[in-house]
């Protein structure tokens, strides 16, 4: 089914429905979606996110290198300190969107999924620097533990494993290290939460004191709905190299106040940033019955202006609820095809739920 991860005989021992993705076998839940996802809205959950692919790039020019790659400027960067940026294309298309955190003022560390593993290595590769080298980091587990109680649960598991760690001393987009550990305080739930990278050999220990504190184990649906409510986007859905973060609902990612630093694709970042791009994203509610599926027709007046590229049931608002790339501006409604006949829906503001983060 793909290849396992170092908690995989604990998601067989909880029975887990398991599913390839990404090429892994993962957790896509333990029984209930929105028994998971609302654990994370009411107290924390746990997810295994293993799958993810860290990269360190170091060397002398670590920094000057990653300014022009990366869409947002690493050098506001402090020590310990993370952005949320985009690998993009010359034509302003996203290669991928990613996590990059500052070590030191020579080394950093890059956090993507592993769909993109390929294609981002290839791009990376082909345009290293002198002065730069990459390495990949293997061998290590990734938890996230999310939600209000995240931060307090994840303190007291680690007091029991003996870890030297206070968690909530770390600022949110933040990160420390603590040996092989790395903890970083980000979140793609939209709520608070940490993401702690381990040895391999580690990650159940951890895991299994996290349960102890109440921490409920959830899977891919659960981070899929999520992430919905709190207006993430996701590489393949809303986010591909047909379009740029602006017209992708991520413009937040494009930092073009040092008129000097000519990163890849800057012409065209500029320009949507400025001005705007061919599309802009919107957080639709549908007013009847059904949900919102990925591909869906999208319709103003009777002309059809985009699809839906993500779209769930969302449990806090008890509503269908979708992200669509449209082509043109409007507030009101709009209509939206659901198995093969239009309904209504309605402009809503993103994200779904009030507490999500924003990046």
Known sequence: M????????????????????????????????????????????????S????????????????????????????????????????????????????????????????????????????????????????????????????????????DALGLPLKVYELERFASVTCGEWFVSRTGYSGEDGLEVTLPSRQAEGLWKALAEQNVLAAGLGARNTLRIEAGFGLYGQDIDERHSPEESGIGRTIDINDADRQFIGRGVLEDHKRFGGRY???????????????????????????????????????AAVGLARVSRRFTGNCDVTVRDRLQTARITSVPFVPHGLTR
């Open 51 to 158: 799958h993810m692919c860290i990269l360190e790039v170091s060397g002398e020019r670590a920094t000057h290198w990653l300014r022009i790659m990366l869409t947002n400027d690493v050098a506001k960067l402090d020590v310990g300190s993370g952005l949320y940026t985009c690998l993009c294309l010359e034509s302003g298309g996203v290669i991928d969107d990613l996590m990059v955190f500052k070590l030191s003022d020579y080394h950093y560390r890059l956090y993507f999924d592993s769909a993109r593993r390929h294609k981002n290595l290839t791009w990376l590769n082909g345009h290293l620097s002198s002065k730069v080298e990459i390495n990949e980091i293997r061998d290590n587990a990734i938890i996230a533990i999310q939600g209000p109680d995240a931060i307090s649960f994840t303190n007291l598991a680690m």
């Open 2 to 49: 793909g290849i396992h991860t170092a908690l995989h005989q604990v998601h067989v021992d909880s029975s887990a429905k398991l599913v390839n993705f990404s090429g892994y076998c993962m957790p896509l839940h333990y029984g209930s979606v929105v028994k998971e996802h609302c654990a994370v809205r009411d107290s924390a959950a746990m997810f295994d996110i």
């Open 280 to 318: 802009f994203q919107v957080g639709l509610t549908l007013e009847g019955q059904g949900v919102l599926r990925r591909g869906a027709g999208v319709e103003l007046v009777g002309q059809a202006i985009g699809q839906v590229t993500s779209g769930s049931f969302s449990p806090m608002r008890s």
